[in-house]
């Protein structure tokens, strides 16, 4: 992004570059590391169609809702909520979404660490003749290695943090480019395989089939909260976003675009992952309870059955890092572009500490997946998710819904919106549920909180 800025503000070169890193920033671990555990703790297929509809009804309506904030004031979110209400408090929605990003990147940077050892593991070829015993065990012995999971989740901060200084993002999304349709490919290829397992279909009922009886307010919280988390929303990273779409640009079908790619990767996700984690005997779907690791302790099992395994999993695991890095980039690159914009400190020098602050914060989180007894059975790695990677994100995002409606307006909001757009089709809908259905789904989710998260 930096790259693209001129003396004004500069602008995405196209509207396919535009869905293309926005895309780069949605989907990452969220959608293939996150969806399918949410989905085994949640009663499968009944939490999958919650968050198509979640992210049909929510997610576009927030997403369209950030886009049109950004590009109308062409701020990072601090300065865009000050822009349109200036002295009004608002802005401190925006600092509460810097310090949610790094939050979340945090953890989520050792989830990134995790993909990285996986990598060299391959090349090891660790992962030849596996059975679901071993694949759990390598993750268990590598999660539980402080030294290892450390040093992983440091080499990725430190990528992270080179590519946030040099302010070369968007050389890595030229790169993202051809690498994400290739993963896209690639998990179509694992689907193919994992449906044609023998006795695949028991992980694909428990998939695809609701069992109604498991309806309740948790699901439909994890799945707004799950909708927020994929497609980067409730924390200002699509407010920069939109800071950087030309106004020739339809918003409209770019947020669909991008909704769309995310959720077709969580769903085939959960297609691997599903049918082949059933096909191992003694599993039973109904007493299933998914650990962190599950898509690592389930992809090298798919892997292992295809001829040419061995690349076939290099690859995977390749493409898995890139769609990580891209996200880990947008995470940093929200508080990074808050102190170069508003508190005028160089790129390196944001980057450099705020990479560095990350990595301190984060350490507890890799300690608590087994490395450390007291942090393990305190849970200190769900309680960050849970905390900010599901209620902060929410408030984050009722906040900028209530900002749109009443306090910059919907008539500017829309005008906005149809600037680039000369048929919303959708817009009664979207403003039906921008000004009820999601902040209301929210807040009354929010009110449950207790409840839920018991
Ligand atoms: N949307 C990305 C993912 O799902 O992997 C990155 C991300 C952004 C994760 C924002 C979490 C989040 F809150």
């Not at 999958?48 to 109308?72: D, N, Q, S, W």
């Not at 069992?211 to 909708?227: R, Y």
């Not at 990767?265 to 059933?278: D, Q, R, S």
């Not at 076939?312 to 995470?331: C, E, Y």
């Amino acid at each position: 992004m930096a790259e693209k800025e001129t003396s004004k503000r500069g602008t995405w070169g196209s509207k396919v570059a535009f869905i293309l890193a926005a895309a780069g920033s949605a989907i990452g671990l969220g959608s293939l590391w996150r969806f399918p555990i949410m989905v085994g703790r949640l009663g499968g297929a009944v939490y999958v169609f919650a968050y198509i509809l979640a992210v049909f009804f929510i997610g576009f309506t927030e997403m369209l809702a950030e886009l049109a904030i950004g590009r109308r004031t062409q701020k990072n979110p601090v300065g865009a909520f000050e822009a349109i209400r200036p002295h009004s408090g608002w802005k401190y929605l925006g600092y509460a979404g810097v310090i949610t990003t790094m939050a979340i990147l945090s953890y989520y940077a050792v989830v990134a660490g995790w993909a990285f050892g996986y990598l060299y593991k391959t090349i090891f070829g660790l992962f030849r003749n596996i059975t679901w015993e071993s694949s759990a065990a390598i993750f268990e012995r590598f999660v539980a290695n402080p030294w290892e999971s450390l040093f992983c989740f440091f080499m990725v901060m430190a990528i992270t943090t080179y590519i946030i200084s040099r302010g070369i993002q968007s050389g890595i999304e030229r790169f993202a480019k051809i690498l994400m349709p290739l993963l896209f490919i690639l998990m179509i290829f694992l689907a193919v395989r994992a449906l044609t397992l023998p006795g695949a279909s028991r992980g694909i009922a428990f998939y695809l089939k609701p069992d109604l009886s498991q309806i309740d307010v948790k699901v439909l919280f994890f799945a707004i909260g799950q909708a927020f988390y994929s497609l980067s929303l409730g924390m200002g990273i699509m407010i920069t976003y939109g800071s950087y779409i030309s106004r020739r640009e339809n918003l409209v079908s770019s947020a669909g675009w991008v909704c769309f790619s995310t959720t077709l990767v969580a769903f085939l996700a959960g297609i691997i992952i599903y049918p082949t984690l059933f096909t191992t005997p003694g599993l039973s779907p109904e007493k299933f309870e998914p650990s962190l690791g599950l898509m690592f302790q389930t992809i090298p099992l798919v892997i292992d059955k295809l001829p040419g395994g061995f690349l076939f999993g290099l690859l995977f695991f390749i493409l898995l890092q890139v769609a990580a890095l891209t996200s880990t980039i947008s995470l940093l690159e929200v508080p990074v572009a808050f102190f170069i914009d508003e508190h005028k400190w160089t790129r390196p020098k944001a980057a450099i500490f705020l990479g560095s602050l990350c990595f301190l914060l984060g350490i507890p989180s890799a300690l608590s997946v087994g490395a450390s007894a007291t942090l393990t059975r305190f849970g200190f790695f769900n309680k960050m998710d849970l905390l900010f990677g599901n209620i902060l994100l929410a408030i984050g995002g009722l906040g900028v819904l209530i900002f749109l409606v009443y306090f910059w307006g919907l008539k500017p909001a829309l005008e906005e919106i149809r600037t680039g757009c000369p048929r919303f089709r959708l817009e009664k809908l979207w403003v039906f549920n921008v000004r009820f259905l999601a902040p209301l789904a929210i807040l009354i989710l929010l009110v449950f909180i207790k409840t839920i998260t018991q």
